[in-house]
C-alpha cells in the first residue's frame, strides 16, 4: 500500500505562519466539501468507513492523531503531527482515526458532498466490495 503524505508549503515571518492549499495544486481534486473534528474524547476511535467514490486530505492542523489505513490487503497506521502535512486517502480505503490528542483538531478536504450511499459501514461488506472492484 502506498501512502500519499503532501507537505504543504508554509509562508511565515516573525508575525507567524500561513497555509493556503488551492484545489488541483495543492489538493488533488476538486474541493466539494471542508469539514473538521474536534474535542475528541479519549480512548475515541472516529471513522469506521470506507467509501466508493470520496477521496480525501486529512490534515490534524493542531495537535495530532493516528489514522489507520486498510485496502483489504493490508493495513498500515500513518501518524498525523503537523499542520503542514496531509494525508491523502483514497476511495475504497478503509479508515480510522484514532489516539487523538487532547487539542487535536482534524480538518478533512472531500473531493464529493456528502452522500450516505457512497459510505461502506460494515467492515464485511468492504471486503466484498474490494472483492468486486479489484480495479480500484
Same mark, same amino acid.
Given at each position: $500500500?502506498? +501512502?500519499?503524505?503532501?507537505?504543504?508549503?508554509?509562508?511565515?515571518?516573525?508575525?507567524?505562519?500561513?497555509?493556503?492549499?488551492?484545489?488541483?495544486?495543492?489538493?488533488?481534486?476538486?474541493?466539494?466539501?471542508?469539514?473538521? $473534528?474536534?474535542?475528541?474524547?479519549?480512548? +475515541?476511535?472516529?471513522? /469506521?468507513?470506507? /467509501?466508493?467514490?470520496?477521496?480525501?486530505?486529512?490534515?490534524?492542523?493542531?495537535?495530532?492523531?493516528?489514522?489507520?489505513?486498510?485496502?483489504?490487503?493490508?493495513?498500515?497506521?500513518?501518524?498525523?503531527?503537523?499542520?503542514?502535512?496531509?494525508?491523502?486517502?483514497?476511495?475504497?480505503?478503509?479508515?480510522?482515526?484514532?489516539?487523538?490528542?487532547?487539542?487535536?483538531?482534524? @480538518?478533512?478536504?472531500?473531493?464529493? @458532498?456528502?452522500?450516505?450511499?457512497?459510505?461502506?459501514?460494515?467492515?464485511?461488506?468492504?471486503?466484498?466490495?474490494?472483492?468486486? /472492484?479489484?480495479?480500484?
Amino acid at each position: $500500500m502506498q +501512502v500519499v503524505k503532501y507537505v504543504f508549503q508554509p509562508h511565515g515571518d516573525d508575525r507567524g505562519q500561513l497555509i493556503a492549499l488551492e484545489e488541483f495544486k495543492d489538493i488533488p481534486f476538486k474541493i466539494k466539501r471542508v469539514y473538521y $473534528m474536534y474535542d475528541t474524547a479519549g480512548g +475515541v476511535v472516529r471513522g /469506521h468507513h470506507a /467509501h466508493k467514490k470520496l477521496e480525501q486530505i486529512l490534515v490534524c492542523i493542531h495537535g495530532s492523531c493516528k489514522i489507520r489505513l486498510d485496502n483489504g490487503k493490508e493495513k498500515k497506521v500513518v501518524p498525523l503531527e503537523k499542520p503542514y502535512e496531509g494525508l491523502y486517502v483514497a476511495n475504497n480505503m478503509w479508515r480510522e482515526m484514532f489516539d487523538f490528542s487532547e487539542d487535536a483538531v482534524l @480538518l478533512v478536504f472531500a473531493s464529493e @458532498l456528502y452522500d450516505e450511499s457512497d459510505y461502506i459501514r460494515d467492515y464485511d461488506e468492504f471486503m466484498n466490495f474490494i472483492k468486486e /472492484h479489484p480495479e480500484k
